[in-house]
């Protein structure tokens, strides 16, 4: 059986205490990323409604890259509501310890694909540091990072308030750069540097589920057939955070899975 566009799929594993996430699939990758889009430019406008400000948690990919650019085809035709994206702060789930101008920096691929596009002011941008950004070693970088968050959040916490945490998920599992069976899935910090990365390049600086966790909105964006099976068994208790990361994560007021048909293709029959 397959999916038909646009269902929601009932998940029937949430993390005791956590709410159950909401599974929608749409019918390709075009049109997850367009309906992606048109759901955080929402989810930021009614942020700032409450708070005056909003703040995202960006993930880089493909898919995690194409939302940002239909992001920015409504910034230049907004349709319905509208964010004041000079009152936007902007985070980074992971990133790779590669130089500024790398193309692997996901940084650089969300400067190009929205936030210079949007003018979204510097002080907003808390870019994860660079290779070459004056820190002797990734530990360093991330330790700094760490600051970076708790310097942004009140009362002395050491997370701000993040309204969206966006992240992709690799074919085994991972999330942000927390990979099945590495220490970084049971490390306790809010931020860390993960060497020897199952993926290249192997040295990365990554939000661990401390963070992650603490959102107030995670959702989990998914394209494609090689996904469908990390996907199913997320989704239906078949594997430990350890086992695969993306099973570990949830969101403290929602937790949202935003898959194409191909990715939701083994949840066919699941309910």
Not at 47 to 64: P, R
Not at 116 to 133: K, T
Not at 174 to 197: I, L
Request: hydrophobic share 45%.
């Amino acid at each position: 059986m397959t999916l038909p566009p646009g269902d929601r799929v009932p998940a029937r594993t949430a993390a005791a205490g956590s709410p159950t996430p909401d599974v929608v699939v749409e019918p390709d990758a075009d049109r997850l990323a367009r309906a992606v889009a048109a759901a955080l430019v929402a989810r930021l406008a009614a942020a700032q409604a409450v708070h005056g400000t909003a703040s995202v948690v960006l993930t880089g990919g493909g898919i995690g890259t194409a939302v940002l650019e239909r992001v920015a085809d409504l910034v230049r035709e907004p349709a319905r509501e509208r964010v004041d994206w000079t009152a936007v702060d902007v985070w980074w789930g992971d990133e790779r310890w590669v130089p500024a101008d790398d193309g692997d920096r996901n940084e650089r691929g969300a400067r190009q694909a929205l936030l210079d596009p949007a003018g979204v002011p510097a002080e907003r941008v808390h870019a994860v540091p660079a290779s070459d950004a004056g820190f002797a070693e990734p530990e360093d970088a991330a330790a700094w990072y760490a600051d970076q968050l708790a310097a942004a959040a009140p009362g002395g916490q050491p997370l701000p308030r993040i309204d969206l945490l966006l992240l992709g998920m690799g074919p085994e599992g991972h999330v942000a750069s927390v990979f099945p069976g590495t220490p970084a899935v049971s490390d306790e910090r809010a931020v860390f540097a993960v060497r020897d990365c199952p993926k290249p390049p192997p040295t990365r600086i990554s939000l661990g589920f401390s963070a992650i966790n603490a959102a107030e909105e995670v959702w989990l964006l998914v394209s494609g057939a090689a996904k469908a099976p990390a996907v199913a068994r997320a989704l239906t208790g078949g594997a430990t955070p350890e086992e695969l990361p993306a099973a570990g994560v949830h969101g403290r007021r929602a937790t949202r899975w935003l898959l194409d048909a191909e990715a939701a293709g083994e949840l066919a029959g699941q309910g």
